[in-house]
């Protein structure tokens, strides 16, 4: 894991941005894994910016995204389909038939999670996939206790990811309790994985997957698995970190992609 700490949210969006850069100038048709949240909007923000001013090209890539609720009607505000196109995929010119997420009202819905996977890899894998973390540690909507070699399937919620949820929605009880996620073990498969946390309320989450054992109770420190996981945190998310420093020295907010 390589765990880069940022002075804010400026700093964060840029690096990632570079890192998705460096990709499709290398590869036009390279496949990006997708997250909903608010921790990637810098992210798609300099990525829309960097599209318009110096014409990086999306034309050829493909985009999947990690998750969707289940059961919200086609077309909801707040499902993920929605939220991608309107945080980023609008923003860009990635082809509408190249944006993939789950279809969380099939009405067959193990069916959909197969047809999903093999959408895939039908186009490679994912090379880059950009993650938040839950307060609780859940990557996608990989809730504690998800099997560590999980593939896409139906999850149910739990109440503190409902609630931190529930600032999208007019009220609690208009949060599903059912959604759709990329497995852990499907998300292991993405080649490059670039973690974002910010905020105070994550520096608990950034402790216990970065430094804690890995357990199914963390879902997000199965990453330590990953051979090419970067962390990008700011100062409040890395607040708990033991190694604070150490991660410091050691990159020099240069990380692996930098100078590609
Ligand atoms: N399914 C999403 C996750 O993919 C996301 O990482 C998490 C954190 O969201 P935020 O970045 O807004 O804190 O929220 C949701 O539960």
Not at 89 to 114: K, Q
Not at 156 to 179: C, G, K, M, W, Y
């Amino acid at each position: 894991m390589e765990v880069v700490i940022l002075p804010g949210n400026r700093q964060i969006g840029k690096l990632a941005a570079d890192a998705v850069e460096a990709l499709l100038r290398r590869k036009p048709n390279a496949v990006l894994g997708l997250a909903t949240g608010s921790s990637p909007l810098p992210v798609y923000d300099e990525l829309a910016v960097r599209h318009e001013r110096d014409g990086l090209d999306f034309s050829a890539a493909h985009a999947f995204a990690l998750d969707e609720y289940v059961g919200l009607v086609p077309g909801h505000p707040e499902s993920y389909r929605e939220v991608i196109g309107r945080e980023f995929t609008s923003r860009v010119n990635i082809l509408p038939e190249n944006v993939h997420t789950p279809d969380g009202s099939a009405a067959d819905i193990p069916a959909e999670c197969r047809a999903y996977e093999d959408r895939m890899r039908a186009v490679g894998g994912v090379d880059l996939q950009i993650l938040g973390v839950g307060t609780d540690g859940h990557i996608g909507f990989n809730e504690p206790g998800s099997s560590l070699a999980s593939r896409t399937r139906i999850k149910t919620l739990i109440e503190q990811t409902r609630r931190d949820n529930a600032r999208f929605f007019t009220s609690l009880a208009d949060v599903p309790h059912h959604v759709v996620t990329q497995g852990l073990g499907t998300i292991l498969e993405a080649r490059h994985v670039v973690l974002i946390a910010t905020g105070a309320q994550k520096a608990p989450a950034v402790r216990d997957f970065v430094e804690g054992p890995v357990s199914a109770v963390c879902p997000a420190s199965v990453l330590q698995f990953h051979p090419h996981a970067s962390i990008l945190v700011d100062e409040a998310a890395a607040s708990s970190l033991k190694l604070a420093d150490f991660y410091r020295h050691t990159h020099d907010h240069k990380p692996s992609w930098q100078g590609l």
